[in-house]
């Protein structure tokens, strides 16, 4: 069965000031993404490669980040499920997001990769959906601000399996 490339949709979408792309291992998207992320005026960053699967885990949970930082957060999805029913993003909050009740929110936001519109303000930075076998990635700036930042994945269900990790900016 491979459901994979009609549910893959290369897209690279434009929030504010930080860039989103996806990348397939079975196309080449190299160029977009350049275009894209020079469109958005977005420098190469330090790159923090975070590795999920079907575990529903990030290998990494804890990303400390300079003030205005620039970084690069790349999601490897290692996994081997079906995007509609296994993919996995990073989200970036905002200090003082109500995180559970954005992750509720984004339970019916299919739409829109599970960034509700509601909550979209509440959002700093955000990948794409990565599918089995796919790769997404960030470039954003770190707070200015020092403190602790939730980050997740709006899947549904995975973050409450515990699918988040924090940014602390010092
Ligand atoms: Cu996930």
Known sequence: MNLFPALCVMSALVFGQATTTTTSTSTTTAKPAAKAAAKAGAKAGR???????????????????????????????????????????????KAGTDV????KAA????????IPPTM????????ALAGAGESVEITFKAPAKPGTYTFVCSFPGHFA????GTLTVK
């Not at 699967?53 to 300079?66: Q, R």
């Not at 339970?107 to 599970?114: K, W």
Request: charged content about 25%.
């Open 47 to 93: 790159t923090v490669e975070i590795t999920t699967g079907d575990n529903m885990k990030y290998d990494v949970t804890e990303i400390t980040a300079k003030p205005g930082e620039s970084l690069r957060v790349v999601v490897k999805n290692t996994g081997a499920m079906p995007k509609i029913a296994m993919a996995h993003n990073f989200v970036l909050l």
């Open 100 to 103: 559970a009740e954005f992750t």
């Open 107 to 114: 339970f019916n936001a299919r739409e829109t990769d599970f």
């Open 120 to 127: 979209k303000d509440a959002v700093l930075a955000n990948t």
């Open 161 to 164: 399996l515990g699918m988040r």
